[in-house]
């Protein structure tokens, strides 16, 4: 935290949740999946020792990686 008040040029009151999400590396996105595809993220995610959410960051760059590859 002393980091991320030292790059924002904050004081040491703790920065507020909008302060913390600008300076992440990564950001949140929501998506909504229709059920049998969430089934097969899970059964693949179990299989995997993974989160769901690793998995799908995953397969998302994946396919963006691939899909670049087509357009190239």
């Known amino acids: 935290m002393a980091e991320l008040q030292e790059r924002q040029g904050l004081s040491q009151e703790a920065p507020s949740a909008a302060t913390v999400a600008d300076s992440a590396q990564?950001?949140?996105?929501?998506?909504?999946?229709?059920?049998?595809?969430?089934?097969?993220?899970?059964?693949?995610a179990l299989a995997e020792s993974r989160s769901c959410s690793s998995l799908a960051s995953f397969l998302i760059e994946d396919g963006l990686r691939r899909h670049r590859q087509l357009d190239g």
């Open 26 to 44: 990564s950001e949140r996105l929501n998506v909504t999946l229709p059920a049998g595809l969430m089934n097969r993220l899970k059964q693949h």
